[in-house]
Structures are given as C-alpha cells and as structure tokens.
C-alpha cells in the first residue's frame, strides 16, 4: 500500500485548484463555495434522518410488536452499509465517486419509504437495510470527494462543516418528529423525510461532476472492480447479520448461526481492514481502528437513550429525542476545535481526551434509571460525550486523507466507514443480546403506563457499562495514531 507522509500530501492537490494565495483559501471561496454548500447539503440531509428517525423510532417499535428486536432497527442500516462502503471505495476509486453518490442517495430515499409504509417489524428493519446500502455509498463518495477536491489545509475545515450541520437537525429534528409522531404517526417521520433529497441533488451534483468526476488520472475508468474484496464485502454483512440474529435469539441452537456469522466475518474483516488493525498498530491501522471503537461504543449507547427516557423515566417521544439536542452543538464545537491550526500539532492529546469524555457521559446516562436523578442530567452528560466525539470523528477523517495516496482513498475511506459500520453492528448486537436477555423486551407497554413498566433498568444498564469500557479502550489506541519517529 502506497503510504504519504502528511509532509508530502500537498503533492496531491489539485491541477486545476483556485490560483489564490493560500493563506486566503477557505472552503467558502469563491472556488469552492457552491461544492462545499452542496456537500454539506448531503450531510444535512442524513443529520436530519438520524435524528428525527431515533425520536420515532420507540413508537415504531412498540406499534409494530417489535420491542425486543429494537436493536435490529439500528443493526440492520449499520449491516448493510459495510457491503455499500466497500462497493463505494471500488467505485469511486475507478470511476469517480458521482455515481455511487447518486444510487446512494437513491437507495437511501426507497429504504426511507419502505419503512415508514412497513405493516410489520421484519419489513421495517428491511426497508432500514435498504437504507443502510444506499448510506454506505454516500458516505465513502463524499470522503473522496473531499479528498479529492480540497487541499490538505482545507480538509480539516470541511469535516468541521460537516459536524456542524448537525447542529440544526439535532435540535429541530427531535422537536420535528416528536410532534410529527405525536398528532400524525410515526410513518409520516420516515415518508416525509425523502422530500429532502431533491435540493442536495440539484446542488450537490453537478459541482462534484466538475471538480471530483471520473478516476485519479483518468487512466482508470475502464478498470473492473476488484471481486474479491466485493466478496468480502458480502461476506462481512452476511456474516454481522448472523451475528446479529444469534445475539438476538439467545437459544443454544442459536450458536449455529453465531458460529457461522464469525467463520464469515473474522476473514472478511483481515481482508478489507489494514493490516495490523486488530493489534492497533501504529499509523493508519490504528486510525481505523478507533473509528470503529468511537462510533460503535457511542452509536450503541446513544441507541437506547431515547427508549430508556421513554419506558423508565415517561417522557414524551419529543422530550426523549429533545434530550440529545444539546449534543448536536457540542459535537459541532468539538469538531470545530480540532479544525484549529492551532491544534493539529496537539490532535493525538485532543483525541486521547475525546474517548475519555465518551466513556465518562456513556457511563454516566444510567444514572436516570434512579428516580431521584434528573432526567436533565443525562442530557449534559451526553453533550460532553459528544463535544468528545467531535473531536475524535473528524480527526480520524482527517489523519486517513493524510496517510492516503490519491488513487487509494476511496479503499481507505471505505475502511474506515466499514470500522465506524461494523462496530455499530457488532457492538449493537451485543447490547441487544444484553438487553434482552435482562428482560428489555418486557417494557413494550411501558409509555402507555401498563403493567411492567420500567421494571427492567437492569436491561439498560447492560448496555450502558460495557460500551463505556470499550470507549477507554479507544482512549488507549488514541496514542497510537503517529508512527514510531525514526
């Protein structure tokens, strides 16, 4: 693998980038306005889904009888997301990221519908795989179109950009579908949602045509996919949705298709990862590698928040998803910081603080199963959690475009999404067998005040704790992300 070292990546700027002073560049230039406001259009978009279909998403699951395969919900995207990660790298790195980005952005809106016209929880979680696959190829299509697009200098500011445009969408988007939810339905959160798709196209697209279309060097473009690695993308799904099945299950014939889902992944996973990822080896390995730690502990913790303010504590959908609001401008504030010039010579410290801050806020969200503890609480202590997480998230964005070679960012981007994928689907299958194994299926009936409600926080708690033990794990691997100076 062709490997830059950060000192050389201004080699892979652009020919055709604006002639200005670089000190002047920003992602708001005239150069590059109208692709920075069409990109991060995309991310709004996506911001806005993940936020207003966590606030609907308890409702959902207890219309629909499906309480006790609430983690298949979330699972399910995250499963078939690796397959389209991987899909998008081989794409975009042959023949440019546009069309990835676009069937994408496709898949994603049909997966949308699915759901929110889905009469039972197994067509439910179908319709949340189809969007998981159209996910996955946006999100590796827009690393590339940054790494592509943009100098060095800029790379940080834009991951900034990114973060911040969930700002709005975690504090209307609660606000939004709780409402929503409340008078019209859960399905209207889901139906509704795929209106947004029309202005990030007709924004986004035609800028990436001009600046980041077509192969590196445009040498590439007849060049076919690497089957293999497609295989072990197909694989890696399967072999998580094994996994998933068997943790959900939780019967001793259910080893069969645990057994099987690890045959799959373990191979898989060695294939499609940098070498040296699963022992944290310093320099890009390890990049990838806290990607999946941060995303997978946090994404699975912050999973059930909603439903535990729902069941144990009764709030409201709206006031559950409300809860998180605050979130969305500290994530916003942390990516901001490690954005600084100022900071980058200290990213692997901020980093290191990061994951403590995710372990610390995770560890402290079980705290409101005890009745004398504010519900409040739990909501500042997820704002430090994701203040934390801005900081490490784009950082990690940040350090791969550096270590990454032109024609391979698109395999290394997919990387690092299939570790922030896999671990949400593995870690979430984990705190699902958890939770129901402690009797979290039990609070189906809970918001409606029946009998049962809120009589399992054990169930809560067995997710909550061991996330925050993997997220120190992840403070560990922060100091690992430079290699060893010769």
Known sequence: MTVLEPRDADVTKRADAPLVPE???????????????????VVLLIAFEATAVGTAMPVAARELDGVGLYAFAFSGYFTTSLSGMVLAGQWSDRRGPLGALTAGIAAFGAGLLLSGTAGAMWLFILGR???GLGGGLVIVALYVVVGRAYP???????????????????????LASGAVTEHLGWRWVFVGIPVLVVFPLALA?????????????????????DRRRIRLALAISLGAGLLQYAAQDLRWLSLVPGVAGV????????GLLPRGTYRAARGLPSVVLLRGIAAGSFIAAESFVPLMLVTQRGLSPTLAGFSLAAGGVTWALG????????????????????????????AAAPAVLIDSVPAWTLAVAWAFGC?????????????????????EAGTNSAALQISDGLSNAVLLAIGGAAFAALGGGAVSHAATGESGAGSHPAAFAAVFLPMAGVALV???VATRLRDEPR
């Open 152 to 174: 060095e200098r800029l790379r940080p500011a834009i991951m900034a950009a990114f973060a911040a445009s969930w700002v709005v969408p975690s504090i209307v988007g609660p």
């Open 335 to 362: 990516s901001w910081a490690q954005s600084r010039p100022r900071a980058a010579p200290y990213r692997e410290r901020l980093m290191t603080v990061g994951m403590v801050l995710v372990a610390a806020s995770i």
């Open 205 to 225: 697209l035609p800028q990436i045509r001009r600046r980041a279309a077509g192969p590196v060097g445009g040498s590439a473009g007849s060049a076919s996919f």
């Open 474 to 476: 992840g403070a560990w």
């Open 23 to 41: 000190a002047e560049e920003t992602v708001l230039s005239r150069a590059y306005r109208a692709l920075s406001i069409g990109i991060v259009s």
């Open 387 to 407: 203040f934390g997480m801005g900081l490490v998230i784009s950082s990690t964005s940040v350090l791969l475009l550096q270590l990454s070679a032109p024609e």
């Open 263 to 270: 045959a799959l992944l373990v191979p898989a996973v060695l």
């Open 129 to 131: 795989a189809v969007q």
